[in-house]
């Protein structure tokens, strides 16, 4: 009888109060090519990290062999325990290769090469999380770069604890999409009454994709204690930026690249790394990341990855809840993606020509064309879509198209947002302009973004001054009145 028991240990408790405990537990003895799950019981006695039960196979329930602490694995124990057991899982965090990741482009290849191990450590976290019960929140930028490196994280998992060992139910992972490009305090502290349900050997980690970088994060990334923050980002990193108080910080930008490596694709290399190279929607995301995010290494023949881009900024730009299960299965169905891809494609063209009549233009620096639209006049088709950041995209996209180059510039409320064409970076620096802005008009907040996309919050109250010394900072001399 006493061979129909496997023993395991305690390594998560998820405290559901006056209805009990969730217990996650990994068995102790750890066989190569046996087919390993993520194992989960309840039960209304509390027990501790460590402690020692056993498993009736027959029986198919979980008995207490002792709380005692003479009956617990000590944490070499389960560090080595830990280890067998990941190596039983995936090959791919010890063995893979940046030639086994299948990325054509040279220079995001030796990007890549830069910070694989690195990312190797983030996976390795990951899958330690999804092993032992510690949650894990992700939260991701709500655009087709920040969207599509969550999806391609959520494949690989599912790929590996869905189809191999068990169901990404079991998993306590959490998805969350952010609308702003801070990891706010309100942020933190519902990641803060999530984590307080649980006690867990692996400590607590919010992963943050394509956000993050800004001045407003500094104050809450200082705060978290408690629980690791791993930020996978591509803005530009500013001088007095934290980074060490967090526990990872991937951006291309510390590594000799810039913002053309997205985050999307940084996360897709996560996933790979993750789970192989041999998941097609994932390569698909990786290249919809750089077609939406206009990278210059962004393959504008790929079609099907142009689609995914674009139902992505539809998606993730209207008001109801986004379930990043729900779209993984749209994007992976090839007659609902084209179903989608053509309905957004209109919702958004409605929403360009219901606002071609009301832009100013203006010229700047070299002849510069400098676009101003107020979003109030933009008519919202379907919700609240579309949103004013991805509409300054497309806006920007079809008047680039119409007249060639030029700034766009769309404000609404307390922000305004510029998209910049590639040739003019050469003589203009937003950034930096920014900065002037600024120091000359106090009802300047704060701001971000990159290159050729960024915004700026402001006293929407003063928008009139801001923008005319926006204009005239850029070159402009004949402003008219707003």
Do not use: C
């Amino acid at each position: 009888m006493d061979d129909d028991i496997e023993e395991y240990i305690i390594t998560g408790i998820k405290n559901l109060y006056k209805e009990g405990y969730i217990y996650t537990v990994i068995p102790t003895n750890i066989n190569k090519n046996v087919d390993l799950k993520i194992t989960k019981f309840k039960s209304n006695i509390k027990l501790n990290l460590y402690a020692k039960i056993k498993y009736r196979v027959q029986e198919q329930n979980f008995d207490i062999i002792s709380n005692k602490d003479y009956n617990k694995v000590t944490k070499v124990e389960y560090e080595d325990i830990i280890q067998k057991f990941i190596e039983n899982i995936s090959t791919f965090i010890n063995d893979e290769k940046s030639s086994d990741l299948n990325i054509k482009n040279n220079i995001l290849n030796k990007l890549t090469v830069n910070m694989l191990s690195d990312l190797k450590e983030i996976a390795l976290i990951i899958i330690k999380h999804a092993i032992t019960g510690a949650p894990i929140i992700i939260r991701f930028h709500n655009d087709s770069d920040g969207s599509s490196g969550a999806l391609a994280l959520y494949k690989a998992l599912v790929v590996l604890f869905g189809q191999k060992y068990s169901s990404i139910e079991n998993l306590s992972i959490f998805w969350r999409l952010n609308k702003s490009i801070k990891y706010s305090m309100e942020e933190f502290y519902e990641d803060t009454v999530l984590f307080e349900l649980y006690t867990t050997v692996e400590k607590p980690t919010v992963i943050i994709i394509d956000f993050g970088t800004t001045p407003e994060s500094e104050d809450t990334i200082s705060l978290a204690n408690n629980y690791n923050i791993i930020i996978l980002d591509h803005h530009p990193v500013y001088e007095r930026f934290p980074v060490s108080k967090l526990t990872k910080y991937i951006n291309p930008w510390n590594y000799s690249g810039d913002s053309n490596y997205t985050a999307g694709f940084l996360v897709g290399v996560l996933a790979k790394i993750i789970i192989g190279n041999n998941i097609k929607i994932i390569d698909k995301l990786m290249s919809a990341s750089l077609i939406g995010d206009h990278s210059i290494y962004a393959d504008i023949n790929d079609k099907e990855a142009e689609k995914i881009s674009n139902v992505l900024d539809y998606l993730t730009g209207k008001a109801q809840s986004f379930s990043i299960e729900k779209t993984l299965g749209n994007i992976e169905d090839e007659s609902k993606l084209k179903m989608m891809f053509i309905h957004s494609t209109r919702i958004f063209e409605e929403a360009l020509n219901s606002s071609l009549k009301y832009i100013r233009h203006y010229t700047g620096y070299n002849g510069t064309n400098i676009f101003v639209l107020d979003f109030n006049h933009v008519e919202r088709i379907e919700e609240d879509f579309p949103l004013p950041g991805r509409f300054s995209t497309k806006l920007h996209d079809n008047l680039e198209s119409l007249n060639g180059s030029n700034i766009t510039i769309v404000h609404y409320g307390n922000y305004i947002s510029l998209r910049i064409s590639s040739n003019i970076l050469d003589y203009i620096d937003i950034m930096k302009t920014f900065e002037k802005l600024k120091s000359i008009n106090k009802n300047i907040y704060s701001f971000g973004g990159h290159k050729s996309a960024a915004s700026v919050r402001i006293n929407k109250f003063y928008i009139t001054s801001v923008l005319k010394n926006l204009l005239e900072l850029l070159g402009v001399t004949n402003i008219k009145k707003f």
